[in-house]
């Protein structure tokens, strides 16, 4: 029976959800009652990772040191872990996790631009950090071109190798063949980040794990960016149907989600037709930025999301939506003024 690793990103996808305004105070909360959970390992902080608290991103409501120095202290079994996006994330946010009590650093690049984690990985291994490559799901890059960049990031150093669907845009087959491509090369194991903006989350988290994926992310509630991530009772629920193991109490996670993080959530994780758009390849981060750029130049929020994918934008170019919105506003002027 194969044990599957969980990840919970409640504390740091979910951060996109809040506009990343989670207090300190509810973040050291629940960290506290997700670790009772089981979960093996718990991610936290700004949503675009340690030195994501910026004017492009959003403001975070406390700095990457205080949310580290609020959690610590109330997690007993989980391992922690930050997320850093190299060219934001620095060696000197690497040596605050480390002296945070940090164990895993996981660093997420655009899958064609692997390399710029070499220095990244490298340091985070001097520093006694255990590094992840995370690399997002480009659904233009073939299975043979995901392998390519996976086995480089496995010849930098990385201990675990992760397939991000960042825009809730891949099909289960998409995932399984991939996964299990890169099962049968890659000699470190395999995980899987699955957003749900067309409620194929958990089909394609399980999709992963039947192609070989032995660590996973999941959220209570799926509470994360966009429609949200995996949510983790559903799937726990899932895997224990197909005879996987976890270390994850269903009856407790759902408890969890209902006591404690339902109260926080300004709103429910509901498919909207806007977030269904996500699914032409677009970053659920985008999600917020198109709907207050739609708002302000009066354009419907979806049309700016299917031009975001077809231009193929990518995380970290959300301010993008801005420029998109005008221009459709442009064109509506233009059409009512012939």
Known sequence: MKRINILDSTLRDGSHAMSHKYTTEQMAMLAEQIDSTGVDFIEFGHGNGVGGSSIQYGFGAATDEEYMKAVRPKVKNAKLAIITLPGIGTRYDLKMAKENGITVARFATQMSECDIARQHIGMAKEMGLIPWAVLPLAKFLSVEETLRYAQISEK????????????????PEEVYERIFTLQKHIDVPLGFHAHNNMQLAVANTLAAIDAGATYVDTCIKG?????GNCPVEPLLLALDRKGYRTNVDMY??????DEYLKPLMPRPMEL????????????????LFARRAAAKFGVDTRDIIKEIGLRGCTEGQEQICIQVAYELAQKKKAAQNP
């Open 156 to 171: 930098f150093g990385a201990e675990v190798i992760y397939l991000l669907d960042g825009g809730g845009s891949a099909l």
């Open 223 to 227: 509470f994360g960016a966009g429609a």
């Open 252 to 257: 407790k996670a759902m408890d969890v989600g």
């Open 272 to 287: 909207t037709s806007d977030q269904i758009m996500l699914g032409y390849g677009v970053y659920s981060s985008f999600i």
